[in-house]
């Protein structure tokens, strides 16, 4: 917050001390051209702002600025009755009433006693408009000399425009660095202070946009679910906010992907090595000394990696590096993982060859994987089910061949919505996701939005049959307590 206690008692300590120097001067001013009332006003003012100061010293803000406004508003008229509309005091109100607003905003900025200065503000206008109806009917009985009246009204209009400039100009101020505090606490975890999934999300649409070689990365920490009930979650904060400061000092675009999950993002030079690049990154994690009330904590993370170019395959890429991330994960931990393993274990092994997801043999390989990770209580997954209405129909009314057009684009529909998940083809007509990463936290937002775009498409009659995708879906979460994926699905 730019407005501080400090900031604003240093503004008003210049405010009184300018005003007690003006009614110095304008108390000479009044004694040498014979306003008697005025000299008698103005000492009272040069007393009234000396304890001003005191009020200041004691952060009375609220008065300070009623007293302040209302000082003027009275010597303003008084002036303007007594010597004329020419000596120009009126238009002191125009600059006081910037500043009464501004003393508002300040009084709120600072979660201050708030007191209203718009009834205040209106006074002075009605006192404005009021003296100079008075003058129309009852002469000034008062005089000033025309070269005091021409000197006066310059005095006042360089017055009143520093203060609106003045004002106006740290409200810009203010209104800029509020933006651009908003701005990057939207963009950035406040825990680590690494940017978050919306500012890499933003970074993704340059990124698509150029025709250059990329590497990404997924790192997770393992075991990060015992750290939590071991130590708590303080203790997972601590270990969160510690990597954070690692991976902030270096010199690729990373941020906080979701949970324990980072995603680092560079483009590809001659001169640096991805893979050595990533993996001395955790091995500098491993070796770090982390302690908390006194607890050493091993930590390790593991890394999927994967590479694509700029204008093509980039949500591939993350989930290609997510898929080598679970696959670290499951074969050791504490690895960087950017080859998928040759023979039976192939990619291509376990993937469906008309939609380009994973098949039934990879599911049956995850429901393993997850059931390991179920008996070592450290799972968290949900699983998503859905079943495709109308095949069966698309083949027999247009053929296969549009069958299969509307099994790979209902099948899109299921990646574009879960894009940190895998999917699997484990039927003809049946897909399942399981859900984990940010997609597990996000899983219901997602689940609706994937029953959404079902029901819009399936009643989209300006396109044809076989793309009119239709679908039931069902979601299951992993509870404590759950003995297997079996368990899960029959809920």
């Not at 304890?51 to 008084?78: G, S």
């Amino acid at each position: 917050m730019f407005m501080t206690l400090k900031r604003t008692k240093i503004l008003g300590w210049g405010m009184a001390i300018s005003f007690l120097m003006i009614h110095i001067l304008m108390i000479c001013v009044f004694y040498k051209c014979g306003v008697t009332p005025m000299v008698i006003f103005n000492a009272f003012s040069i007393v009234f702002y000396i304890f001003m100061l005191f009020v200041l010293y004691k952060e009375w803000f609220p008065f300070f600025a009623v007293a302040i406004y209302l000082e003027v508003a009275a010597h303003m008229t008084c002036s303007v009755i007594l010597t004329g509309w020419n000596s120009g005091f009126q238009i002191t109100l125009i600059g006081m009433s910037v500043l009464a607003l501004y003393s508002e905003y300040t009084g709120r900025a600072l979660k201050l006693k708030i007191i209203r200065m718009m009834p205040a503000c209106i006074l002075g206008m009605f006192l404005y408009l009021g003296s100079y109806v008075y003058l129309q009917y009852h002469p000034a009985p008062y005089s000033l000399p025309a070269k005091t009246e021409f000197a006066l009204s310059l005095l006042w209009g360089v017055i009143v425009f520093v203060i609106m400039l003045f004002v106006l100009q740290l409200l810009v101020y203010i209104a800029i660095s509020s933006e651009n505090q908003l701005e990057y606490q939207l963009s950035h975890d406040k825990l680590t202070g690494l940017p978050n999934r919306y500012y890499l999300s933003t970074q993704f649409e340059n990124v698509e946009k150029e025709n250059s070689d990329y590497w990404i990365a997924i790192s997770d920490i393992d075991n990060f679910k015992k750290i939590n009930d071991n130590y708590g979650h303080n203790c997972g904060d601590y270990v969160l906010k510690t990597i954070g400061e690692i991976f902030g000092k270096k010199d690729v675009l990373v941020g906080r992907w979701g949970g324990e999950e980072f995603l680092f993002l560079r483009k590809m030079d001659k001169d640096t090595d991805p893979f050595k690049y990533v993996d001395d990154i955790r091995k500098e994690i491993e070796q770090t000394d982390f302690s908390y009330e006194g607890q050493k904590l091993a930590v390790t993370m593991t890394f999927g990696m994967s590479y694509f170019k700029g204008s093509d395959g980039l949500y591939g890429a993350i989930r290609d590096a997510d898929e080598k991330l679970y696959a670290g994960k499951h074969s050791g931990k504490n690895k960087v993982v950017n080859v998928m393993s040759g023979g039976s274990d192939s990619a291509t092994s376990y993937q469906d060859p008309l939609t380009r997801v994973k098949n039934k043999p990879a599911y049956e390989k995850m429901i393993e994987s997850l059931n390991w990770d179920i008996q070592n209580k450290t799972a968290q997954f949900g699983i998503v089910i859905i079943k495709l209405l109308d095949v069966a129909m698309i083949n027999e009314r247009y053929g296969h061949d549009k069958g299969n057009d509307y099994i790979v684009g209902a099948s899109k529909i299921i990646c574009q919505i879960f894009v940190n998940s895998q999917v699997f083809r484990i039927g003809g007509d049946d897909f399942a996701v399981v859900l984990t990463n940010r997609d597990y936290y996000d899983r219901d937002k997602l689940f609706e939005e994937l029953k959404d775009r079902y029901k819009e498409t399936a009643e989209n009659s300006a396109v044809s049959a076989w793309e009119r995708y239709n679908a039931s879906c069902r979601l299951s979460v992993y509870a404590d307590g759950d003995e297997s994926v079996e368990t899960v699905l029959s809920k």
